[in-house]
């Protein structure tokens, strides 16, 4: 506790290294998740597999922007779809872009700050309204095509 006090930087997993396998460490051990701007961008997974910061940034803000469209049209409060875009960083804090795809996990996320922050929606209104953000050029081309 006194080291915490202190400003430490050891507690909040951060390091003048920056190395990722000290930050792995410090995650597997249940340190905070907090981390200078440095480490996040020499250790990223995604720049590991061929991602450059500036394509890294933008897909990021695209899952933030559909989150928030996600969570508009799912009538959540603001406080759920900031939970689930820190759910979002978390996980592409370890994992790569390139590996996984931003929308799906987005989804996910959204579904589970809704359980933690007790605003619950059922996982098929997640999906249904995740898909149509997903598809809406799709859908809307269906939907026009079956009107006539």
């Not at 792995?24 to 991602?51: H, M, T, V």
């Not at 820190?86 to 996980?91: G, L, N, S």
């Not at 700050?113 to 996982?123: D, H, I, Q, S, Y």
């Amino acid at each position: 506790m006194a080291s915490f006090l202190s400003g430490d930087s050891s507690n909040y997993g951060l390091s003048d290294a920056g190395s990722y396998k000290h930050t792995q460490d410090k995650l597997d051990e249940g340190a905070c998740w907090y981390f200078s701007r440095k480490e996040i961008e020499e250790n990223s997974p995604s720049k590991i597999d061929g991602i450059d910061l500036k394509k890294e940034a933008y897909l990021r803000k695209s899952y933030c922007t559909f989150l928030q469209d996600l969570g508009m049209r799912l009538k959540v409060p603001q406080v759920t779809i900031a939970t689930a875009i820190i759910f979002c960083h978390r996980f592409f804090l370890c994992q790569s872009h390139a590996k996984n795809d931003r929308r799906t996990i987005a989804t996910v996320c959204m579904f589970l700050a809704g359980k933690v922050e007790e605003t619950p929606r059922p996982l098929k209104d997640v999906i249904l309204v995740s898909y149509e953000i997903i598809n809406k050029k799709i859908l809307q081309q269906f939907i026009e095509s079956s009107k006539r």
